[in-house]
């Protein structure tokens, strides 16, 4: 069983090319307080993460930007790193990373004291009859060249053994409560019927069982 690692975070230092990977470094602070009876804390820790240059343009974020945004990185501790490059106290191979949404989008107001807002009941009749047209519509994602049964396509060992991030998770199920179906086609390899991207996709569509197969490209 390989070593784990998850890391979390906005990185501590701008993003270094060295060719055909890049490094950046991050920085996790420990608990304030040990479990009882242990004399120790854990005390922050500095990561240098190194991942391939097809990692980071899946982010679709310049390096400028890089800097101010969130991460979750998931790969796997390594000792390898030349020194020069390690400037963190623990190197890391990220074998995947995901940006973090930014839950201060999605504001919501509060009523005044004193008023009470309440919808009439003709009001909650049109919203609900919305909302199940809009269960009844099946949108296709744009791209799609096929359905496949989820039964059907098969998964690489390296997409199960990482769980997509939360935030990941609920754009794609927001999609399938809306739509009927996944946000975005799932791609995989149309002779081999093997997964080539889109785990996170396919693992809600997964949990969810959804019927009808699934959008390919």
């Known amino acids: 069983m390989a070593h784990k690692i998850t890391v979390t975070g906005c990185p501590t230092s701008s993003i270094q090319d060295y060719g055909k990977y890049l490094a950046f470094d991050m920085e996790e602070k420990g608990s304030p307080n040990a ?28 390096q400028e930007e890089f ?9 796997e501790p390594c000792l ?22 930014d839950k201060k989008k999605e504001t919501k107001q509060t009523p005044k004291k004193g008023l009470r807002v309440q919808k009439s009941e003709e009001s909650k009749h049109k919203e609900e009859s919305k909302q199940e047209e809009t269960k009844k ?11 496949i049964p989820l039964e059907d396509i098969k998964v690489p060992e390296a997409f199960l053994q990482f769980t997509p ?22 791609i995989i390899d149309p002779e081999a019927h093997e997964l080539l991207d889109s785990y996170s996709r396919y693992y809600v569509a997964k949990q969810k069982k959804l019927d009808g197969g699934s959008p390919i490209r």
């Open 137 to 147: 519509q099946i949108l296709v994602p744009t791209g799609t060249r096929d359905w």
């Open 67 to 75: 800097s101010q945004r969130r991460f979750v990185v998931q790969g």
């Open 80 to 101: 390898d790193i030349p020194f020069e490059q390690c400037t963190g106290e623990i190197g890391v191979i990220c074998m995947q990373i995901q940006e973090i949404e």
């Open 165 to 186: 991030g939360m935030a990941k998770q609920k754009i794609v199920e927001e999609s399938i409560e809306k739509n009927g179906t996944v946000d975005k086609p799932i």
């Open 35 to 62: 479990p009882k009876g242990i004399p120790f804390k854990s005390n922050a820790i500095t990561y240098t993460v190194v991942l391939s240059l097809k990692q980071f343009n899946k982010l679709n974020i310049n």
